[in-house]
């Protein structure tokens, strides 16, 4: 599933496997337009799922380009992936990069779901890099149409873990109204130097920073 995606930090009081409750600030990600609907998405998401009060501390722009949940898994890993082209005049092999958020249950198994993913790509590519991402969750966006509706729903019954599934690969497109921007500018600020940081790293060859992930390299 393409979209433009925003990561969502949220702060809450969650009970542990031990019954004791402690103070958390966990990662989520909602497909939205614009800073404004992705506070008022998270907003939403989170009191269903959360009966206390909680806050968001922090929205950016994630750098995923496509979400690929499967079934019977129940972790998130951010996959690299290096789209190969060649320069015919010069002779020489260029690459780009992309991340995808493939659900899995380990390492391999993300590895296997990222080559699924790929499988209709035409030119060649690389998987140099996967790493567990902290992702908790993730909240696709619908207009509640019934051809749109039906999408979420296979996305949803996939990413449950529900019945086998077919993986989603259409995309579907919808023209969304545009909210005005009300989150202060101290978030907005913060988090388009975030991602100025991150493009000028990619650029630059280097790797980014993304602890505490671990990185398993092919």
């Not at 005049?89 to 249950?105: D, H, P, T, V």
């Not at 996939?158 to 086998?164: E, F, H, L, M, V």
């Not at 000028?200 to 505490?212: K, Q």
Request: proline share 4%; with cysteine; net charge negative.
């Amino acid at each position: 599933m393409s979209a433009t995606w925003y990561e969502c930090k949220v702060k809450y009081r969650k009970i542990n496997e031990s019954g004791v409750q402690k103070m958390v600030t966990e990662p989520y990600l909602v497909d939205a337009i614009s800073y404004t609907e992705a506070e008022t998405r998270i907003n939403e998401e989170m009191s269903a799922y959360v009966s206390e009060e909680f806050k968001i501390m922090n929205i950016k722009v994630a750098n995923f380009a496509e979400i690929h949940p499967f079934e019977n898994s129940d972790r998130w890993f951010k996959s690299k992936v290096s789209l190969i082209a060649y320069d015919e005049e010069s002779g020489k092999e260029r690459k780009s990069n992309m991340y995808l958020l493939i659900q899995a249950n380990d390492v391999k198994e993300a590895f296997d779901n990222t080559n699924t993913a790929m499988k209709d790509t035409m030119g060649d590519y690389t998987i140099p890099a996967i790493a567990e991402s902290p992702i908790m969750d993730v909240f696709p966006y619908f207009s509640g149409e019934e051809g749109e509706l039906s999408q979420v729903e296979r996305f949803k019954a996939i990413k449950d873990s529900g019945a086998p599934v077919e993986e989603i690969v259409e995309e579907v497109e919808e023209e969304r109204p545009v909210a005005e921007e009300t989150l202060t500018e101290e978030i907005v600020k913060e988090t388009e130097e975030e991602v100025l940081q991150e493009e000028e790293i990619e650029e630059e060859g280097m790797p980014i920073d993304e602890s505490p992930e671990k990185e398993y390299k092919f």
